[in-house]
């Protein structure tokens, strides 16, 4: 059986993250690309010289060059430019889009089948573009945010209950910023539904520290954004679609309709197995969740209508 090929494009923190945990789980090789010569070769030979103690046998490699992403089965794209203390997600659309557009296109002419996961923030206008740079099928383009947000719950909730974070299940959905949305009734913890754990007041506390999660590091790191768990969030889409595991998971997928949304991408719950995204789940929420999913895909059109723009130039 062939090894996969796994590229990460942009090889900064979160890429060089992702490139460790990759080779750790033996999903396949992996090539870092990077602007920045060195950069990409310098992380993969450091992750190849630890390949005993991390008991792996994967084959790392770092390029400049676009070209050597050729006829990867995933590619998980980060090339951008993080946020600073003071900035929101939307500073970064213009800078970004520019990276995005040369990587999508690199995408669509080396890697035609590739699952492509995004990464880059502002995630849903960044993902929405890449979709429409690449002309791929919906289903083999995603975004990498609800993964994580709901990952981001499941944490506060279990450090307020002082349980084990792998025991709760959480559904964040909506944009990939201030306006999510944290569904309390969704949440469980060792199947137990939280409403049973936890006043709503509480919930709310948790749900506000979610939205507000991706800027909390950024005011402790001051240098750039959260890497770890964005990281690791990626990597757990890529392993579902490389598996076929058929993984329920909550990501920035294109809408056909869905929740009374067309075209735009927004965190919805899904399927991933072999043929990407599988299914769509269609959940039912309470009249305060839809109004504030509404609201949030309203903020997410507005990114999507400057993509738009600039893509008829
Ligand atoms: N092609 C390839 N790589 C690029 C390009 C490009 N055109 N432009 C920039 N890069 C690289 C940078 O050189 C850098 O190494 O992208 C990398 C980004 O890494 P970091 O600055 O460390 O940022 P990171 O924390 O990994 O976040 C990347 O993901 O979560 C989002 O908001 C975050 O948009 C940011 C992105």
């Not at 506060?156 to 792998?166: D, I, K, Q, R, S």
């Not at 895909?297 to 209508?305: M, P, R, S």
């Amino acid at each position: 059986m062939a090894r996969k090929k796994i590229a990460l494009v942009g090889a900064g923190q979160i890429g060089g993250t992702m490139a460790l945990v990759l080779a750790q789980k033996q999903l396949g090789d992996v090539v870092l690309v990077d602007v920045v010569e060195g950069v990409p070769q310098g992380k993969a030979l450091d992750i190849m010289e630890g390949r005993l103690p991390l008991k792996t046998s994967a084959v790392l490699s770092g390029t400049n060059n676009y070209n050597d992403i050729a006829g990867s089965d995933v590619v998980i794209v980060t090339a951008g430019v993080p946020r600073k203390p003071g900035m929101t997600r939307d500073d970064l659309l213009e800078v970004n889009y520019g990276i995005i557009e040369k990587v999508g296109t690199a995408i669509k002419n080396t890697a035609p089948n590739a699952f492509v996961i995004v990464v880059t923030n502002p995630l849903d206008a960044m993902v929405y573009a890449m979709q429409k740079i690449t002309g791929f099928a919906s289903a083999k383009v995603v975004g990498m945010a609800g993964v994580l947000d709901s990952s981001r719950l499941a944490c506060f909730v279990a450090m307020e209950l002082g349980v084990a974070a792998e025991d709760v299940q959480a559904v964040v959905m909506g944009g990939h910023g201030p306006s999510m949305v944290s569904l309390y009734d969704f949440v469980s913890v060792g199947g137990i539904p939280l409403p049973q754990l936890m006043s709503k007041e509480v919930f709310d506390k948790l749900s506000k520290r979610t939205a507000d999660a991706g800027t909390e590091i950024v005011n402790l790191l001051k240098t750039g954004s959260a890497f770890y768990s964005p990281g690791v969030s990626a990597v757990k889409m890529a392993e579902a679609y490389l598996l076929d595991k058929k993984s329920v998971v909550t990501c920035a997928a294109q809408l056909a309709g869905q929740y009374g949304v067309k075209d735009l991408y927004c965190g919805v719950p899904v399927v991933i197995g072999e043929k990407g995204v599988e299914k769509i789940l269609e959940v039912k929420m309470t009249e305060e969740e839809k109004a504030a999913f509404a609201k949030s895909v309203t903020e997410v059109k507005v990114n999507a209508d400057w993509v738009d723009n600039k893509i008829k130039g």
